[in-house]
């Protein structure tokens, strides 16, 4: 008697992403906000109503949202644009694997229409937020102490301050002297 081998069959990326959701009790409707699109999208492309999508964006942020690389899907093309790699967002992810936290988990401490922002943080396609009490509210979630994101705040600044023009080193002592305050400011002196 012979047996034939089954020809392995890679997993659609509609129903990856069927089964993720189903696992995750993650809604349709919160997906959709994660990556951006509107909720009848996620109906048709898990419905394979329409194809599955080849735009890298979408692709990026859905598997940001399962915590897979987006070359799991067959549709994903290595887009041309680069992405940032930050240590800070690195720091992010390696802070949630130490809570032994889901992305999605982590997606969902934050209000909904701060969500896809911080998918497409994660994901290296935005900066972390040069907003103090938005880096608070990821400290807060992942147990950062207030050393560590103050610390990732002044990085960020003096990035954007370089970023529009200004020698931080000919100007050391008018930064320095505004990173003082911005220490006393936030209880770290």
């Not at 009848?40 to 898990?46: A, F, R």
């Not at 705040?153 to 000919?170: D, H, I, P």
Request: glycine fraction near 2%; include cysteine; proline fraction near 4%.
């Amino acid at each position: 008697m012979s047996t034939k081998n089954k020809p392995i069959v890679q997993e659609k990326s509609s129903e990856r992403v069927a089964k993720f959701l189903e696992k995750n009790a993650l809604h349709k409707k919160d997906f959709a906000e994660m990556i951006g699109v509107t909720l009848s999208y996620v109906y048709n492309l898990i419905d394979n109503t329409i194809p599955f999508s080849t735009r890298s964006t979408t692709l990026e942020r859905i598997a940001t949202v399962m915590d897979i690389e987006p070359e799991v899907f067959e549709e994903y093309k290595i887009p041309q644009e680069p992405l940032l790699i930050d240590e800070s967002v690195e720091m992010f992810k390696n802070a949630m694997k130490k809570k032994k936290m889901s992305v999605v988990n982590f997606l969902k401490s934050f209000p909904r229409k701060k969500r896809l922002e911080m998918v497409d943080i994660l994901r290296g396609a935005l900066p972390v937020p040069i907003d103090y009490k938005e880096l608070e509210l990821i400290a807060q979630v992942l147990d950062i102490n207030k050393d560590e994101i103050y610390a990732i705040w002044e990085k960020r600044v003096r990035q954007v301050l370089e970023t529009g023009g200004m020698n931080t080193y000919a100007n050391a002592a008018l930064v320095n002297s505004m990173f003082d305050c911005a220490k006393k400011f936030v209880n770290l002196k």
